[in-house]
Nanobody
Framework: QVQLVESGGGLVQAGGSLRLSCAAS????????VGWFRQAPGKEREFVAL????????YYADSVKGRFTISRDNYKNTVNLQMNSLKPEDTAVYYC???????????????????WGQGTQVTVSS
């Protein structure tokens, strides 16, 4: 069983930055593909970014490409999401998720992930 805990959310002005962190217990992140998703009020949960197991290669949604960076710290067993140039439309609850069972080379759908954190609120004011 893998438990995920997100941290680092908050309120920031447009153009600002935040760094989210996802900590895992029960398994090392090196053996998992980890994704970040977000869900705004009244909208479906959407994919943001992922970092693949072992290789550490990354993939981003077009809406965040060039502004967000996902990374993995194997020593601390965390996956981080550095968010720069934030926009009001980035406001959402952000979730980290882990794919343990190799559902896809690039899992973009929430159903392809096996474990989820509780989420952390990010609010970007205009």
């Amino acid at each position: 069983q893998v438990q995920l805990v997100e941290s680092g959310g908050g309120l920031v002005q447009a153009g600002g930055s935040l760094r989210l962190s996802c900590a895992a217990s029960g398994r090392t992140f090196n053996g998992l593909t980890v994704g970040w998703f977000r869900q705004a009020p009244g909208k479906e949960r959407e994919f943001v970014a992922l970092i693949r197991r072992s290789s550490g290669s990354t993939y981003y949604a077009d809406s965040v490409k060039g502004r967000f960076t996902i990374s993995r710290d194997n020593y601390k067993n965390t996956v981080n999401l550095q968010m720069n140039s934030l926009k009001p439309e980035d406001t959402a609850v952000y979730y980290c998720a882990a794919d343990e069972y190799y559902s896809a080379a690039t899992p973009l759908h929430s159903s392809e992930y096996d474990y989820w954190g509780q989420g952390t609120q990010v609010t970007v004011s205009s």
